[in-house]
């Protein structure tokens, strides 16, 4: 069985920084890309960040490329989200997401993802 567990989030003021962890089981870590999306309520989904765990490239979205940081601890099976000068407009609660093949289907918030856990909560204050 596949378990994503998102843990990290919290209340922070804006300019602080937070660091997001998934730990992940029940699938080959290590073959697999693994990303963030972010989700506010009444608002599409954004894709934020994912890393292929098999070549290590990371991508991010233009909202956030230079604020975050993905990197993955293969032995820990533990992807973490890196959060830097926050901003209010970063609060939604954060999704860790699992696909077999690329980070499109994570970066672009498809159906086609095939796991993604049940979310921690970031609020930035002004």
């Known amino acids: 069985e596949v378990q994503l567990v998102e843990s990290g989030g919290g209340l922070v003021q804006a300019g602080g920084s937070l660091r997001l962890s998934c730990a992940a089981s029940?699938?080959?870590?290590?073959?697999?890309?693994i990303g963030w999306f972010r989700q506010v309520p009444g608002k599409e989904r954004e894709g934020v960040a994912c890393?292929?765990?098999?070549?290590?490239?990371?991508y991010y979205s233009p909202s956030v490329k230079g604020r975050f940081t993905i990197s993955s601890d293969n032995a820990r099976n533990t992807v973490y989200l890196r959060m830097d000068s926050l901003k209010p407009g970063d609060t939604a609660v954060y999704y860790c997401?699992?696909?077999?093949?690329?980070?499109?289907?994570?970066?672009?918030?498809?159906?086609?993802?095939?796991?993604w856990g049940q979310g921690t909560q970031v609020t930035v204050s002004s």
């Open positions: 890393i292929r765990n098999y070549d290590s490239s990371t």
């Open positions: 997401a699992v696909d077999r093949e690329s980070c499109l289907s994570i970066l672009d918030v498809t159906p086609a993802i095939d796991y």
């Open positions: 029940g699938f080959s870590f290590d073959d697999h890309a």
